[in-house]
C-alpha cells in the first residue's frame, strides 16, 4: 500500500515538473486595443492603442506602409508580422513612420523587408521596445527625438540597397539598451561599403549625457575602403558601457567610435577590430579589447 502511496506521489510530482518546464500559451487579449490594423497600408489618426491580430504583407516599394499621424498612439503587433519584401531590393517603403509625434510605443512586431523598418522622427517620447526588425534595406530602427528610447530589440541582416555606401542596425537620439545586431551588409552592386551596428545620432539637444548599453553587435561586414563601426557615439557626455561587439575575424573598422571626447567607454568586450577604441573616446577603464 505504502508503495503504490508512493508512486502514485512520485507521478503527480513528476507531471507537476514537466508542465512547469514549458512556458504557459499567452492569453490573447485585445481588450486595451482601440482598433486594429488588418490591411496594408495604414494611417493611425485615433489615440490609444492599436493592434495586429494577424500577420500582413505588402508589396508596395514607396511610402509609409503604417503612418501615425496622431500622438499617444502604441502600436502592438502581438507577436505578427508585417512584411514589405514584395517591395524588392531597391524599395524605399519604410514598415511603421511617424513624423513630429509625442509618445509613441511601438513593441512586439516583426518588422520583415523595408528600406526602414521603424522611423520614428522629429519628435518625442518613443519608445520601440521587444521587436523583431530584419532584412531593412537601409536601417533597421532609426529614433530621432528627445527622451526616446530603443531597448530589448533584435535586428538582423540589415543591408543590401543598391548602391548605398553605408547601413545601419540601428540609429536613435536616445538611450539604446539591451538590443542585439546581428548582420549588417552592401549589396553586390557597391565596392566600398561601411557596416554600422548602433549609431547614436548627433543632435546635441537630445544626445547629451545618454546611455548605450548591454548591446550585442556582431557580424558586421564591410567592404573595399570601407568600415565595421559597433558603436558610434556623436553626443557629448554619453556613456558606452557593458557592450558586446564582435568579429569572427579581424576586421578593418571600430569596436567604438566617438565624436565627442565627453563621451565615456567603459566595461566593453570588444573583439577582433583593428581599433577597439577610438582615440577621440575617454577609455573610461574595464574594457576588454582583443
Not at 69 to 84: A, E, K, L, S, Y
Not at 141 to 156: L, P, Y
Request: contains cysteine; glycine residues 14%.
Amino acid at each position: 500500500m505504502h508503495i503504490f502511496r508512493f508512486l502514485f506521489i512520485a507521478i503527480v510530482t513528476l507531471a507537476a515538473f514537466g508542465g512547469a518546464s514549458k512556458p504557459a500559451a499567452a492569453a490573447e487579449s485585445y481588450d486595451s486595443c482601440v482598433g486594429f490594423i488588418d490591411a496594408l497600408p495604414a494611417v493611425i489618426t485615433t489615440q490609444g492603442i492599436w493592434c495586429l491580430r494577424q500577420n500582413l504583407d505588402t508589396s508596395a516599394s514607396s511610402g509609409n506602409i503604417i503612418d501615425i499621424q496622431t500622438n499617444n498612439v502604441t502600436i502592438d503587433c502581438n507577436g505578427f508580422r508585417i512584411r514589405g519584401s514584395g517591395g524588392g531590393a531597391s524599395t524605399a517603403a519604410e514598415g511603421i513612420h511617424a513624423t513630429g509625434r509625442l509618445n509613441l510605443a511601438i513593441r512586439h512586431c516583426t518588422i520583415r523587408g523595408f528600406a526602414r523598418g521603424i522611423h520614428l522622427e522629429a519628435g518625442s517620447g518613443y519608445l520601440v521596445e521587444n521587436n523583431l526588425v530584419d532584412q531593412s534595406r537601409y536601417v533597421g530602427i532609426e529614433i530621432s527625438g528627445a527622451g526616446s528610447v530603443v531597448r530589448r530589440n533584435t535586428v538582423v541582416n540589415s543591408g543590401g540597397l543598391p548602391l548605398s555606401a553605408e547601413a545601419f542596425a540601428i540609429a536613435a537620439e536616445g538611450d539604446v539598451i539591451d538590443n542585439v545586431v546581428v548582420g549588417v551588409f552592401g549589396d553586390d552592386s557597391v565596392t566600398n561599403f561601411t557596416a554600422n551596428g548602433i549609431y547614436s545620432q548627433s543632435d546635441p539637444a537630445v544626445t547629451f549625457g545618454i546611455v548605450i548599453q548591454g548591446n550585442r553587435i556582431r557580424n558586421l561586414t564591410p567592404k573595399g575602403t570601407g568600415q565595421a563601426i559597433g558603436i558610434t557615439s556623436s553626443g557629448s557626455g554619453v556613456a558606452v558601457r557593458d557592450n558586446a561587439i564582435g568579429q569572427a575575424s579581424s576586421t578593418t573598422g571600430r569596436g567604438v567610435a566617438c565624436l565627442d571626447n565627453t563621451s565615456h567607454v567603459r566595461d566593453n568586450v570588444i573583439l577582433n577590430y583593428v581599433t577597439g577604441i577610438s582615440v577621440a573616446c575617454h577609455d573610461a577603464g574595464g574594457n576588454s579589447v582583443d
